[in-house]
């Protein structure tokens, strides 16, 4: 190896671990830390769009991020891959990597797919919720309440999908809990407009108030139709006649 190339690797190496550093500072906890760092520079690219920081469409160029999070442009590719894995960019051949843009038809078919998965898991869970299940239940719910009161509508669609994927997970189906954790992303990303369609963030909290109560009511129907109803207000605003969402047409 030339003396060039060997001060190139230490170069990289260095920038990777400065970046490791400036993480390990922030106050995190223990889960996050022990992330690689191409997942930690994922996830802040995840956030970056959910604030709209980063457009739907737009171009992210390997060269520009690895310099902004002063990382190696191998860790960049790293970050890359798993947003790709989770349909939130896409690879074009000779053209570069883009922030998916999401057609109607995309929206339609996951709202359609996650009425199919959470009546289902929602209704199963029911039988499995024990005390304990209650309790951490009632305590994403008095969280969203905070984060209501002080109108942080991304803490609120963090804690919806923290509230959801918690029953789905009490379902008893395996394969029914793998198929919703791999839409996670997808559908956290559909959440980030619909703060405009809500009357305030009380009333997106109450939704999840009112969910709790049906399933701690133990009655299947009632459960059922609570969560139709939630995600079913979501089709009509983000596909309404009204909607002013630029998602594309197919």
């Known amino acids: 190896m030339s003396v060039g190339c060997f001060l190139s690797t230490i170069d990289t190496e260095q920038k990777d671990i400065s970046r490791k550093e400036q993480l390990v500072l922030q106050p995190i906890n223990s889960a996050i830390m022990q992330k690689p760092l191409s997942e930690l520079i994922a996830d802040e690219l995840k956030h970056k769009i959910w604030n709209e920081e980063i457009q739907f469409g737009e171009r992210l160029l390997e060269t520009d991020l690895a310099e902004s999070y002063d990382v190696s442009r191998s860790t960049?590719?790293?970050?890359?891959?798993?947003?790709?894995?989770?349909?939130?960019?896409?690879?074009?051949?000779?053209?570069?990597?883009?922030?998916?843009?999401?057609?109607?038809?995309?929206?339609?078919?996951?709202?359609?797919?996650?009425?199919?998965?959470?009546?289902?898991?929602?209704?199963?869970?029911?039988?499995?919720?024990?005390?304990?299940?209650?309790?951490?239940?009632?305590?994403?719910?008095?969280?969203?309440?905070?984060?209501?009161?002080?109108?942080?509508?991304?803490?609120?669609?963090?804690?919806?999908?923290?509230?959801?994927?918690?029953?789905?997970?009490?379902?008893?189906?395996?394969r029914i809990i793998k198929i919703y954790d791999s839409l996670q992303v997808q559908i956290r990303t559909f959440l980030m407009h619909l703060d405009r369609y809500y009357s305030s963030p009380q009333a997106f909290y109450n939704e999840h108030k009112q969910l709790l109560e049906a399933l701690v009511s133990k009655d299947g129907h009632i459960v059922n139709g609570r969560v139709r109803e939630h995600i079913e207000y979501v089709e009509t605003k983000l596909l309404g006649k009204n909607s002013d969402i630029d998602y594309k047409e197919v």
């Open 76 to 174: 960049i590719r790293e970050a890359l891959k798993i947003l790709e894995s989770e349909e939130l960019v896409v690879s074009q051949a000779r053209k570069g990597t883009y922030v998916a843009d999401f057609t109607n038809h995309d929206v339609n078919e996951m709202i359609e797919l996650r009425t199919l998965l959470e009546s289902h898991a929602f209704k199963q869970a029911v039988a499995r919720l024990k005390p304990e299940d209650t309790a951490k239940l009632e305590a994403i719910v008095n969280e969203m309440k905070q984060k209501a009161d002080e109108n942080d509508w991304n803490g609120l669609f963090d804690l919806d999908m923290t509230f959801h994927s918690y029953v789905v997970g009490l379902c008893g189906n395996t």
